[in-house]
């Protein structure tokens, strides 16, 4: 409660006060809305600092600003530590961002878990990535005591059941449940690959309405899953949003293929960086043609940008590849315009689930 002096009204709006309910929507936040429009949506992933200065989130994500429909916070990548997703969220959306929470398994129970994912409701999040997460063997806390009481399917399960049925886990009832879009993680690009679109079909049977996958730097492999995907009329069911990055040069190139999990990187594109003049620029054309290709796949959603380290040339990748068509994503500069410019509910949406 409030000390008797405070009238809650003159706090004012929040400048991440969730969008109007919209028929058939599960979030009230931009990134549903754009991708049930039809548009080619754009999400970027945000680098988490080390260190509990709130500039150093803010300075980052400026880079994002006006090219992108989501902003993910990362928990815990690679079983590193960095500043937590929860309060990157917090910071996010009190400028008025649209970010993304990702929720890894490995280091939370469910009590832990769904008590955030109410926080960060309340705190204006209208999208989670629900992740299983990488194992405490691969960061830089092998000693770590890993958690995993949940994985990324029982956890998409988890969330739904509390947006849905109102309820946690326990069967507790929730008074005001969590408005959120429910994302899950995929990876066409490593092995077992015939499973991948069966297992992305096992995501959305628990929940899942999109999919940010990883890093994409072979087409003809992301065609081959999305075929997959498309027989299993999958596609019709979720959106996915493909995972892009430039590399900034072959040597970074080579260490990521042997020592990130899951990551894919075909000779022929380090072949490229290395016959560079400037290999940091070849690799952002690299990845603004990869985005063009990627647009032309049928069934893709979207683009999800992991520029590591190089937010400051999000923007540009965004502007070449030319995917936002003349749309224009959020800007703080323009927040009332950008917020009045969602198209009446008349407008037809993609309806799905
Ligand atoms: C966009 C994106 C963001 C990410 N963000 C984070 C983050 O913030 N924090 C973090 O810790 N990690 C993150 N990761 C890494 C991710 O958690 C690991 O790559 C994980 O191994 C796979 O994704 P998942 O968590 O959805 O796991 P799941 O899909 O639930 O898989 C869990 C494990 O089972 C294995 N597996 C899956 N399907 C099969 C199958 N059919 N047969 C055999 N084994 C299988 C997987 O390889 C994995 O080891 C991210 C990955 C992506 C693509």
Same mark, same amino acid.
Request: glycine share 8%; net charge neutral; charged share 20%.
């Given at each position: ?31 549903e809305r754009v991708l049930r429009r039809g548009e080619f949506a754009v999400t970027a992933e945000l680098n988490p600092p080390d260190s509990a200065n709130p500039d150093d989130v803010y300075e980052r994500v400026a880079h994002f600003d006006g090219w992108v429909d989501g902003i993910n916070a990362t928990d815990g990548s690679g079983a590193n530590c960095h500043m ?51 194992? *405490?063997?691969? !960061?830089?806390? +092998?000693? $770590? =005591? ?5 994985? @990324? ?5 988890? &969330? ?81 949003? *493909?995972?892009? !990055?430039?590399? +900034?040069? $072959? =040597? ?5 293929? @042997? ?5 894919? &990187? ?88």
């Open positions: 409660m409030l000390p008797p002096n405070i009238n809650p009204v003159d706090l004012g709006p929040s400048p991440a006060a969730p969008l109007p309910e919209l028929p058939e929507h599960s979030s009230r936040g931009r990134l937590s997703s929860v309060a990157i969220c917090a910071l996010l959306t009190r400028v008025g961002y649209s970010p993304i929470l990702q929720i890894s398994c490995r280091d939370y129970n469910r009590i832990a878990i769904q008590g955030n994912v109410l926080g960060a409701a309340a705190l204006g999040v209208c999208n989670v990535l629900a992740l299983t997460g990488d194992g *405490v063997q691969s !960061g830089d806390h +092998p000693e $770590a =005591k890993p958690v995993f009481d949940l994985d @990324s399917t029982s956890l998409l399960a988890t &969330i739904k059941k509390m947006r849905d049925d109102r309820t946690f886990l326990s069967g507790r009832k929730i008074t005001d449940p969590p408005r959120l879009f429910l994302g899950a993680a995929e990876n066409p690009f490593a092995p077992p690959y015939d499973w991948r679109a069966l297992r992305l079909a096992k995501k959305v049977a628990a929940g899942a309405q999109y999919f940010q996958t990883q890093y994409c730097y072979d087409i003809p492999m992301l065609k081959s899953f999305m075929q997959k995907v498309r027989d299993m009329g999958t596609h019709e069911k979720c959106f996915i949003l *493909v995972g892009v !990055g430039p590399l +900034p040069s $072959a =040597k970074t190139a080579r260490w990521m293929r @042997s020592n990130v999990a899951g990551v894919h &990187i075909p000779d022929d594109v380090i072949a490229r960086l290395e016959g560079a003049e400037n290999q940091k620029a070849e690799g952002i054309k690299l990845c603004i043609e990869l985005i063009q290709q990627i647009r032309e796949v049928e069934g893709v959603a979207g683009v999800h940008i992991m520029a590591y380290r190089q937010e400051e040339s999000v923007g540009h990748i965004v502007q070449e590849s030319g995917v936002l068509a003349g749309r224009q994503p959020f800007r703080r500069a323009f927040a009332t315009a950008a917020d009045s410019e969602m198209p009446p509910s008349s407008v037809a949406t993609r309806q799905m689930m």
